[in-house]
């Protein structure tokens, strides 16, 4: 979230201020195209904000071997250790 802190008012002033700029010297084409840096500005900051609310780690669970250990009987598991002795 840093970089929005950061980034955000400098931005947005500067392209404000381009916009009056352009206004001034009656450059139509070139408020457009700033009024449309602007609006993709903001739900870019919209997207952040919502990236930010979400939760960023998910429960996994432990996992559970119980299944596949009680399938083995215990004189299978003697034998599999002498075996690698």
Do not use: C, Y
Request: proline share 5%; charged share 25%.
């Amino acid at each position: 979230m840093r970089p929005r802190t950061r980034l955000h008012p400098l931005s947005h002033a500067n392209l404000l201020d381009r916009l009056q700029e352009v206004k001034e010297q009656g450059w139509f084409g070139e408020v457009a195209a700033i009024e449309a840096s602007l609006a993709a500005a903001e739900q870019k900051l919209a997207a952040m904000r919502d990236l930010a609310t979400r939760h960023t780690t998910v429960h996994l669970g432990m996992p559970d071997f119980r299944s596949v250990v009680a399938r083995i009987d215990p004189e299978q598991r003697n034998e599999g250790a002498k075996q690698q002795s």
